[in-house]
């Protein structure tokens, strides 16, 4: 096995729960796709640093090595223990999977308030099964005009394929005011004004449409609206983990083989549509790494049940299944993907990674 992981390219030293004995096990091919914060063709094999370790320590043991290394270049020590939360939390909170938490426009879902009212625009979407949701930008009415939210309109419906943006100004007192405010019950108003706490100037912004939709829609809000306003604190680094992160609802398989299920997931069903007990850093709405907890035979037991036979996953991962041998939980950390987060670095262009990094 040994000389197999030789020829393959894999080195020789396994990391295993120490930020001090942290390096590469592997330098990976990676991806041609080119992203902002991704130059991949300028380093076609990136360093990473990966950690081998049971569940319990694995994340103090990527916390300890992000504050060694970032400090000397933030600045100050990490705030850690660092915060956690959900896949389905960030999506309520944030409408996507990788959340920037250095402006704050959390996303409220105002379903509950806006149900039974005459304003056909709310209640039809909600008669379909759909959602209200909004954000509140502090300040915002006086920093966007009529002409700016219709601009952003219209970005929006070319981004998110929603029918447009329902808009309140909070006057003061906090009296929500719109153009259409005439068609809004008081007391849906005043329920509005206090699920977003609503002051004087503070612009409130509501989708009405599917889950996703709002997601997608408030998701490129935030962005949009924290660049365009400059809320958004270019020298803050935040960093958050997204703990057992989920799957969309559908037929797929949600977890792949080797991948530890949830403790609170026990489905056996074909779809396979289970919660993997995986892990992810995200920093400034870019993820800059992942983990998940590992087992071998068991998985290759429930993996054959689940349609795949025991010869066919062998010999498809044997490299993969041999190595999971070692340990229990894998996390892994690109610092092609560290560096562009760094304070004042906007755009991969801004910096250069070549093999000497």
């Known amino acids: 096995m ?7 390219g894999w080195q020789t030293t396994v990391p295993i729960e120490s930020a001090a004995s942290a390096c590469p096990v592997t330098q990976c091919e990676q991806s041609t796709v080119i992203s902002q914060d991704r130059m991949d063709h300028l380093a076609p094999k990136p360093h990473s640093l990966q950690f081998f370790g049971i569940r319990q320590n694995i994340l103090a043991s990527v916390e300890q090595s992000l504050d060694n290394l970032l400090t000397p270049l933030i600045g100050h020590r990490l705030p850690t223990p660092l915060p956690a939360i959900t896949h389905q939390q960030s999506m309520r909170r944030y409408g996507c999977s990788t959340p920037d938490l250095r402006y704050g426009m959390e996303i409220i879902d105002c379903s509950s308030i806006v149900r039974g009212t005459r304003f056909r625009i709310f209640s039809q979407v909600l008669e379909q099964g759909g959602f209200v949701r909004g954000i509140r930008v502090v300040g915002g009415a006086a920093k966007l005009s009529r002409k700016g939210i219709d601009e952003l309109t219209h970005l929006l419906v070319q981004h998110a394929d929603v029918a447009g943006i329902s808009w309140f100004r909070a006057e003061p007192g906090g009296r929500l005011w719109s153009t259409f405010s005439k068609n809004l019950e ?31 829609g408030l998701d490129f809000l935030r962005t949009r609206i924290a660049r365009e306003l400059d809320i958004m604190p270019h020298q803050e680094f935040c960093l958050i983990w997204l703990i057992d992160d989920s799957h969309k609802p559908q037929s797929t398989q949600a977890t792949w083989p080797g991948s530890e299920t949830a403790e609170h997931d026990t489905s056996t069903s074909a779809t396979l549509l289970t919660h993997s007990y995986r892990f992810r850093l995200v920093t400034n709405g870019r993820e800059i790494g992942r983990g998940q907890t590992i087992h071998a035979a068991e998985i290759a037991s429930a993996d054959t049940k689940a349609g795949w036979q025991l010869d066919e996953l062998t010999e498809q991962f044997i490299f993969t299944l041999d190595v999971y041998h070692l340990a229990q939980t894998l996390a892994a950390f690109s610092r092609q993907r560290i560096v562009p987060c760094m304070p004042a670095t906007q755009l991969a262009k801004d910096i250069s990674l070549y093999n000497h990094f």
């Open 2 to 8: 040994r000389t197999e992981l030789l020829a393959a």
């Open 186 to 216: 008081p007391e849906i108003l005043q329920g509005l004004q206090q699920a977003f706490r609503a002051e004087s100037g503070d612009l409130l912004l509501l989708l009405a449409d599917t889950w996703t939709k709002t997601c997608i």
